[in-house]
């Protein structure tokens, strides 16, 4: 593999042209394991950005790629239709909220989240109000492009170099009771009042349920989100939940609302989709929502991407869906959250650590000082995992089949790390 080609040309996500860090060659993955150039053989702690929940190169979706790549790999979505989306629909509205009869199909996590943003725009232009503003939550993550980065935590996605550009948006403090303590009302205080101070202004709410992900791996009590939806309910407010992380069993549940037993009026997915074979999302939206959205000015909702509805993204998220409707991944979710909640615990003995927490095939270990990312990266690969942390936080969204030992080999490595002073920035 041409590796300094890739150092001097290619553009990682979130890296510099100036002092790139080292990326590390795959040349294949199975199941749980990421197999490098050199032949070394990675156990997955990230799910590749928490998508591949079936693991990698499962036969099922293979076999669901070959058929229909042999039928037809693109077609546009305007005026035509095709089995693939029609399929993946029907099982993802059975999957999904009963509430949600609309599916929109689009190309990524950040473009479902557009998308769900001009849906409650034109809602609003529909009923002749003027809504301009959303109200979010503070260590939120919503996707990179803009509208998406606007509802983002201003800090973490550093708003302040897009200034003038971006649009300004309310937020409001995330909560603060995590997901196993005890539920403190207070915790929607600052909601509250900012819904009251701004409520005739805001299209909708945004947020991400029960897990904050990129924005902090933040897990909260589902309280929260009953409290967030009532309030919603009272000021005739939309809710947009973004499960775009959370969504196809992620923590515990197939949808992250179903810990607190509510619906959204429109619901965001991607990631997992297709079980983490290509790009796809999709926005979903009660029959209120669509109706009104089209009953407006425009008659219809004004988007319509080149790739919306790639029957072959379609046709492998179909084999995805089918593969979760054998309901193995509850099975799955919850030995792995057991596990986690048997063995991360023992890290907190570590003065490095500053907080363990865990929700399905979800781990999270939150350290006093961030990581060094180069040396950090090194050890894990050396140990045998692949886990990428961001700052303080060193997580595993592991593949649900992973097994017991797998997710011991995972939380090894991460207490090696902590065990090596130069694997963190003072
Ligand atoms: C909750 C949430 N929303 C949106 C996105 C953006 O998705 P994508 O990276 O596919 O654009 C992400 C990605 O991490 C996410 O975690």
Redesign the pocket.
Known sequence: MDLAFDRRHIWHPYTSTLTPLTCYPVRAAHGVELELEDGTKLVDGMSS??STIHGYNHPHLNQAAHNQIDQVSHVMFGGITHTPAIELCKKLLAFAPDNLEHVFLAD??????EVSLKMALQYWHAKGEKRPKFLTLRD??????FA?MSVTDPDNSMHSLYKGFLPEHIFAASPKTGYWQEWDEKDLDDFKAKLEQHHDEIAAVIL?PIVQ??GGMRIYHPRFLQGVRSLCDQYGILLIL?????GFGRTGKMFACEHASIQPDIL?V??ALTGGYM?L?ATLASKQVADTVCGGEAGCFMHGPTFMGNPLACAVATASMELLATNQWQTQTQQIETTFSRLLPELTAHPLVADVRWLGAIGVVETHKPVNMEVIQALFVEKGVWIRPFGKLIYMMPPYISSEENIKQLVQAIEAALKQSECFIN
């Open positions: 950005w928490w990524s996590g950040s473009v479902a989240v939120g993550y919503h996707g990179d492009t998406a991400e992900g990129a973004d499960e775009i992380a959370t965001c991607g990631k790009t999302s």
